[in-house]
């Protein structure tokens, strides 16, 4: 794939001698959100370039959410109260059309989540931090919502699970990744290995999450024996049938 928007390569910090890496994680997906030094290691320059390069990373697609979400933050009577502002307690896609939603039928909703950037915030990832993570699959969230009687509210979002990751040197298992390892080609004290990184993986969308994996909510789909209707998190009506 290449840079997902808005951002465009080369990012500042790639280049001789600066060797960031943030651009390559970001062009795979990898969704390294910090750089965990750790006591006893080698800090590489680059490590502190990466830094720099993910908070600027993080701080401009904040930006760009809430540019987005802005006319959608007004009162809305089909959704029964105010729709709060983006960056809520979930999952808040960087804008409300990456989510889509199906125009073939109308006595039924599917909604899809997009390939683009998502926020995740959830008390137990990351302390509470929120941390931009992009998705890289159109993925369906909910499958033919259709109205039904005494039909549930079922609460949908994006399934994440936090990982470490290690660098290494040796053949690299599902956490560890070589490409961290000094680029400077100076003999290293005590080997070219360094920092981790913390990874937030994407498993999928649904309604519920797997051993390890947390929940962020995007929506909530409601169906009773007459409409059958999507809210985002924030009240904001995505899509409702008769």
């Known amino acids: 794939m290449t840079i997902p928007l808005p951002f465009k390569t080369p990012f500042p910090l790639t280049t001789n001698p600066f060797r960031s890496r943030v651009e390559a994680q970001t062009e ?45 933050s007004v009162l809305s009577s089909t959704a029964g109260g105010s729709v709060t502002g983006p960056g809520w307690q979930g999952c808040t896609p960087l804008k409300p059309n990456l989510i889509g939603t199906n125009t073939g039928d109308p006595t039924s909703i599917t909604l899809t989540a997009l390939a683009g950037w998502y926020l995740v915030k959830h008390t137990d990832i990351n302390s509470g931090f929120g941390v931009w993570v992009y998705n890289i699959t159109d993925t369906i969230i909910v499958n ?29 298992i599902s956490t560890e990744d070589t490409s961290l390892q000094d680029q400077s080609s100076i003999n290293v004290v005590n080997g070219p290995c360094g920092a981790a990184r913390m990874k937030l993986e ?36 995505i899509k409702t049938t008769l």
Not at 28 to 45: C, R
Not at 55 to 72: N, P
Not at 150 to 164: A, D, F, L
Not at 215 to 226: E, F, H, S
């Open 28 to 72: 795979e997906a990898k969704n390294y959100y910090a750089v965990a030094f750790k006591p006893g290691y080698p800090l590489q320059a680059s490590e502190l370039n990466e830094i720099q390069e993910i908070f600027y990373v993080q701080q401009t697609l904040t930006q760009e959410m809430i540019s987005a979400w802005t006319s959608y």
């Open 144 to 172: 033919n919502l259709v109205p039904v009687a005494s039909g549930p509210t079922t609460t949908y979002g994006i399934i994440v699970k936090p990982i470490t990751i290690q660098c290494t040197q040796s053949e690299p």
């Open 202 to 237: 994407v498993i999928g969308f649904g309604s519920s999450a797997g051993t390890g994996q947390y929940l962020a909510p995007i929506l909530t789909g409601t169906a009773n024996a007459a409409t059958a209707q999507a809210t985002f998190s924030n009240n904001y009506v």
